[in-house]
Nanobody
Framework: QVQLVESGGGLVQAGGSLSLSCAASGNIFRIVSMGWYRQAPGNQRDLVADITNEGLTNYADSVKGRFTISRDNAQNTVFLQMDSLKPEDAAVYYC??????????????WGRGAQVTVSS
């Protein structure tokens, strides 16, 4: 099992910045990528950004140029810096870790979520 603990988030005015961090613990071997998803009320959970062990990043189009994902492999921690926040960025942000099992099989792990609220 992999445990993910998020911190950060909160309330900010539109145009402001917030940061999130997520620390992984437990059976962290074979984690191939970590990232962030978000879910607003009534919506599905969507990818925000992820980063592989090698540092390759992937962003949702809606956050490109505003959000930055980074990772500290030594600390098994992933960060999300969110700048120029918009009201539509408001959601619960979930940390995600993908762990390789056997062959190409993967298992997803999730944090409990961190609330991000953006006031207009």
């Amino acid at each position: 099992q992999v445990q993910l603990v998020e911190s950060g988030g909160g309330l900010v005015q539109a145009g402001g910045s917030l940061s999130l961090s997520c620390a992984a613990s437990g059976n962290i071997f074979r984690i191939v990528s970590m990232g962030w998803y978000r879910q607003a009320p009534g919506n599905q959970r969507d990818l925000v950004a992820d980063i592989t062990n090698e540092g390759l990043t992937n962003y949702a189009d809606s956050v490109k140029g505003r959000f930055t994902i980074s990772r500290d492999n030594a600390q098994n921690t992933v960060f999300l810096q969110m700048d120029s926040l918009k009201p539509e960025d408001a959601a619960v942000y979930y940390c995600n870790a993908v762990r390789g099992i056997i062959g190409n099989m993967r298992q997803n792990y999730w944090g409990r979520g961190a609330q991000v609220t953006v006031s207009s």
